[in-house]
């Protein structure tokens, strides 16, 4: 899944009159996890990082509005000021999920991650591509499955400001797949997300998340979100 850090861009929004990043630095996303639990499992035949790469969303998929950016960055084992701590609270499994409780980074199975800004810097996009032994797969996808859609509310918590979501179950993708809507306004101005997740196959699951500020529709979101499924299944032939 994709962790708290991912997210601390939008604290930093202005007021209605001036709206300031609405994503995340490039380092917050290189540090969360691209797989939705990190779990560990016997050598099977997976598909290799290589190809999940190719597999992925690429900033000319998104049109000329949209930029590719970096996913590494200093490393997200560096202690945090607890002060400037960026978390998830209010609600459990889901804020444990975003939060990376319990991931030690053991996984050694294959995963590739692609983040994507807009020009104007109200919308941020980010994919992963992670793949699993069938069996593990099974019981993280049923973990991460219940936790997205255990809460109705919850709280984003960094330097010092908190910005509650609201969360509503929305349908991206297929029977296998599972979504839900963030809504909520910091500083009189409205910062609308998705977070979305689909078993491509069986070893291969796709997480999604979709920021905007300043807007509310979910048609740019499902768009992308449909365009990133559907290009994993064609070019890993799933």
């Known amino acids: 899944m994709i962790k708290a850090a991912a997210f601390v861009g939008i604290v930093g929004l202005g007021s209605a009159g001036g709206v300031g990043t609405a994503y995340p630095p490039a380092q917050a996303w290189a540090s969360a996890p691209t797989q939705m639990v990190t779990s560990t499992a016997p050598t099977v035949d997976l598909p290799a990082p290589d190809q999940l790469q190719s597999a992925l969303l690429r900033a000319d998929d998104l ?15 560096q202690p945090e000021d607890a002060a400037n701590e960026t978390r998830f609270a209010g609600c459990q499994p889901l804020a444990g999920l975003l939060n990376g409780t319990g991931d030690d980074g053991r996984s050694k199975n294959p995963r590739a991650v692609a983040i994507f800004t807009s020009r104007d810097g109200r919308v941020a996009v980010y994919e992963a591509l992670t793949a699993e032994p069938p069996a593990v797969l099974d019981d993280d996808y049923a ?48 910062v609308n ?9 069986e070893s291969v ?6 920021f905007q500020v300043g807007g509310g ?6 768009h992308f979100y449909q365009r990133a499924a559907d290009k994993a299944r064609t070019t890993l032939d799933l």
């Open 205 to 210: 699951a796709l997480a999604y998340a979709f």
């Open 63 to 77: 049109g000329p509005a949209f930029t590719q950016k970096p996913t590494t960055g200093p490393s997200p084992s």
């Open 143 to 190: 973990q991460t499955k219940q936790a997205l859609e255990s809460c109705g509310s919850i709280s984003l918590v960094s330097a010092g400001q908190t910005i509650k979501f609201s969360l509503t179950p929305i349908r991206f993708g297929g029977p296998d797949s599972s979504a839900v809507r963030m809504d909520a306004t910091h500083q009189g101005v409205l």
């Open 217 to 222: 529709s979910s048609q740019l979101a499902s």
């Open 193 to 201: 997300g998705y977070i979305a997740i689909e078993r491509l196959g």
